[in-house]
């Protein structure tokens, strides 16, 4: 697998050969006003929830690509209306199959809006599973029980959890998250993009550390392979 990161919650993830986008926030995030939103690849874009922070360029990738989205019911029916038919719905708890693996829509504790104000159900956040490895993207959410499901349903090689506080966890809070989920090999998102959402890299990264655990901080346009 490949990751690549483009700022705020928005990860590029290829995986068996495909590309999996989630929530992309480029062009209006002045941290990623470097990377070229046209140049981007995608097969799937994957949306946790309707936030614009989430959303702003789901369609003008999707009519670039092709690509499919992938969120909840409400999400792609919002996006049906705006002539992107390549949609795919699902819900909480429902897993479906796809080519480069299986996809959980899983809960997350946030709310969820479109731009528009109009209703974009329940936030949701993505389990993948696949050949070539297991990872978890939160979306935006705040620290919940249901994380510790998580094991139950899968062993997750690393995971994107929010560290930027005010609008979802904190530093101290996604140290628990990284322990309900079980995984050691997290990836820091939703922090910076806002004055809201500042962080301090050092002492996030000293507390994964305190608790054994690794946290990364990728910079924006950059990329890591992950065996
Ligand atoms: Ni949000
Ligand atoms: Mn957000």
């Known amino acids: 697998?490949?990751?690549?990161?483009?700022?705020?919650?928005?990860?590029?993830?290829?995986?068996?050969?495909?590309?999996?986008?989630?929530?992309?926030?480029?062009?209006p995030n002045e941290l990623a006003s470097h990377i070229k939103v046209e140049e981007i690849k995608a097969d799937y874009i994957l949306i946790?929830?309707?936030?614009?922070?989430?959303?702003?360029?789901?369609?003008?990738?999707a009519k670039n690509t092709g690509a499919k989205i992938i969120s909840n019911f409400e999400i792609i029916n919002w996006f049906a209306k705006k002539g992107i038919?390549?949609?795919?719905?699902?819900?909480?708890?429902?897993k479906c199959?796809?080519?480069?693996?299986?996809?959980?829509?899983?809960?997350?504790?946030?709310?969820?809006?479109?731009?528009?104000?109009?209703?974009?159900?329940?936030?949701g956040s993505f389990i993948i599973?696949?050949?070539q490895g297991n990872f978890y993207h939160t979306g935006d959410t705040g620290l919940m029980m249901d994380m510790k499901l998580i094991p139950l349903l899968t062993k997750l090689d690393f995971a994107f959890l929010p560290i930027g506080d005010n609008f979802t966890m904190g530093i101290k809070d996604?140290?628990?998250?990284?322990?309900?989920?079980?995984c050691n090999n997290i990836y820091a998102m939703h922090y910076d993009?806002?004055?809201?959402?500042?962080?301090?890299?050092?002492?996030?990264t000293q507390a994964f550390k305190n608790a054994g655990k690794k946290l990364s901080f990728i910079e924006i346009g950059k990329s890591e392979n992950i065996k």
């Not at 480069?100 to 936030?123: C, E, V």
Request: proline share 4%; aromatic share 14%; with cysteine.
């Open 174 to 182: 996604a140290v628990l998250a990284s322990e309900f989920i079980e």
């Open 97 to 123: 199959k796809f080519d480069f693996g299986t996809l959980t829509y899983f809960t997350a504790q946030h709310s969820s809006s479109m731009p528009d104000g109009s209703y974009g159900g329940n936030p």
């Open 193 to 204: 993009t806002f004055g809201y959402i500042v962080v301090d890299k050092m002492a996030a």
């Open 48 to 61: 946790t929830h309707g936030h614009e922070d989430h959303v702003a360029d789901v369609e003008r990738i």
């Open 129 to 131: 599973e696949s050949t």
């Open 1 to 27: 697998m490949k990751l690549t990161y483009y700022g705020h919650s928005c990860w590029q993830v290829e995986v068996n050969g495909k590309n999996l986008l989630f929530d992309p926030f480029i062009s």
């Open 85 to 94: 038919e390549n949609g795919y719905p699902m819900n909480i708890g429902g």
